[in-house]
């Protein structure tokens, strides 16, 4: 297996540095999760994990914005997230956030 640091380098983004994490969910969640992502454009669990995992870090943290992160987002395009799903998304955040 190649190292992430070394695997990067060679990236359209070097700058980010992406290391596979493994974790263990319940066949029920991965169930919910693999519903969940085609309902919503994703073609795989990954990408909606990542977003829950951005909204969660943008909840608690109003001075980290997931509107920001310019490869994420454009990742999720190039998965066929629409548009409108993603600027949904980012209202959310935002509106959980003015709250706060």
């Known amino acids: 297996m190649i190292s992430p640091k070394i695997k990067n380098k060679f990236s359209n983004h070097p700058e980010i540095i992406m290391r596979p994490i493994h974790l263990r969910l319940s066949e029920e969640i991965i169930g919910h999760l693999e519903e969940t992502a085609g309902a919503h454009g994703f073609n795989r669990i990954q990408g909606l994990i ?18 920001d992160d310019v490869l994420f987002i454009e990742k999720l395009r190039k998965k066929g997230v629409s548009q409108k799903i993603i600027d949904e998304a980012l209202a959310d955040v935002n509106k959980n956030c003015d709250l706060g």
């Open 50 to 67: 990542r977003l829950y995992i951005r909204q969660g870090l943008d909840r608690d943290n109003c001075n980290y914005s997931l509107a």
